[in-house]
């Protein structure tokens, strides 16, 4: 089973209308991450938790909101979607030892907003 | 401004052949750096990291190299298979939280 699963992994929607990604992970991590990939840009970060009561803007985070149910579980939400919000969307984790950051990799969730 | 980018949008490199795939950094402040390899309809995966107190690091196939004299970063990969093709992120970390910054990438076809 993979470690980091992302619901739902395709979603087409309408300009306006509310949408939530879900992230759940089984490694155990604190940290976790919320990016948006798109082509020729490279992986931009929207938010970011390092534990249930820690929640952090990216450089990415205008029109997005986050929610930490739990430490296995991360979803982003769009309140209401707009066409240049269409992206790959990845959710991340992280071990919260200072000495290391590599970070585990969801398999993306392509949303296409019009 | 802080900014991590590639040299080269796209490499092809004849299987067998060695490759490298380079990167270039701005914040002369990042203290450690990852590359990541991202398949078609995956996620990034890492593949090797080094920090800022050594010039090279090997791994399987893989070797990075870092000067941090002109802030240059480097993956080697030797023998390449056509499994190596994808597209390869560098990233450093230049703050004291665990967040990276990704560059735009670089696609790697391997020619059978």
């Known amino acids: 089973d993979a470690d980091v699963t992302q619901t739902p992994r395709n979603r087409i929607t309408k300009t306006g209308k509310r949408i939530m990604l879900e992230c759940s992970q089984t490694?155990?991590?604190?940290?976790m991450y919320w990016y948006r990939q798109d082509p020729g840009l490279g992986l931009r970060l929207i938010y970011y938790?390092?534990?249930?009561?820690?929640?952090n803007k990216g450089e990415i985070s205008d029109g997005y909101s986050v929610s930490r149910q739990a430490q296995a579980k991360f979803s982003l939400s769009l309140e209401s979607a707009i066409p240049n919000q269409t992206a790959l969307y990845f959710c991340?984790?992280?071990?919260?030892?200072?000495?290391?950051?590599?970070?585990?990799f969801g398999p993306g969730t392509r949303l296409t907003v019009t | 401004g802080e900014s991590v980018g590639l040299h080269l949008p796209t490499l092809s490199v004849q299987e067998g052949d060695n490759s490298i795939i380079n990167c270039a950094y701005s914040?002369?402040?990042?203290?450690?750096f990852i590359w990541y390899k991202q398949e078609s309809g995956k996620g990034p995966q890492f593949i090797i990291d080094?920090?800022?107190?050594?010039d090279k690091r090997q791994g399987q196939r893989v070797t990075v190299l870092l000067n941090k004299t002109v802030k240059h970063l480097s993956l080697q990969i030797a023998a390449t298979q056509p499994g190596d093709s994808a597209v390869y992120f560098c990233?450093?970390?230049?703050?004291?939280?665990?967040?990276?910054?990704f560059g735009p990438g670089t696609s790697l076809s391997v020619i059978p």
């Open positions: 991340a984790t992280s071990p919260g030892q200072a000495y290391t950051y590599e970070q585990y």
């Open positions: 490694k155990g991590h604190d940290r």
């Open positions: 938790s390092f534990d249930v009561k820690d929640i």
């Open positions: 914040n002369s402040a990042s203290d450690y």
């Open positions: 080094i920090r800022s107190n050594m």
């Open positions: 990233a450093e970390n230049n703050d004291s939280y665990d967040k990276v910054i």
